[in-house]
């Protein structure tokens, strides 16, 4: 699953509040239905083995392969990130 399979990507958009316009997105990772389909439990499985780095770069770096290969037009996509992934070897496009 660290490699991108299993992993997925919605995009929440952010609406400019005076205009509702949608300004950007949110990327936000899923993981693969069943037990670790909910994000909490995904990085709470990713932490008790010791691979939160890992998820975090595996579910960043499916972010941006899903809005290429959609050819998706987010002017603005904002990556979330776990400040304890910050430090680590796995870095967005290491994988």
Do not use: K, Y
Request: aromatic share 4%; glycine share 6%; charged share 20%.
């Amino acid at each position: 699953m660290l490699d991108g399979d299993g992993v997925r990507t919605v995009f929440q958009p952010i609406v400019d509040l005076d205009t509702t316009v949608v300004i950007a997105h949110e990327a936000l990772s899923r993981g693969p239905a069943g037990a670790l389909s909910s994000p909490t439990a995904l990085f709470a499985a990713a932490r008790a083995e010791d691979l939160l780095p890992e998820l975090d770069n595996a579910c960043r770096l499916t972010a941006v392969r899903t809005v290429l290969a959609q050819q998706m037009s987010l002017l603005t996509i904002f990556l979330n990130a776990e400040p304890e992934a910050f430090g680590s070897a796995a870095r967005l496009g290491d994988t």
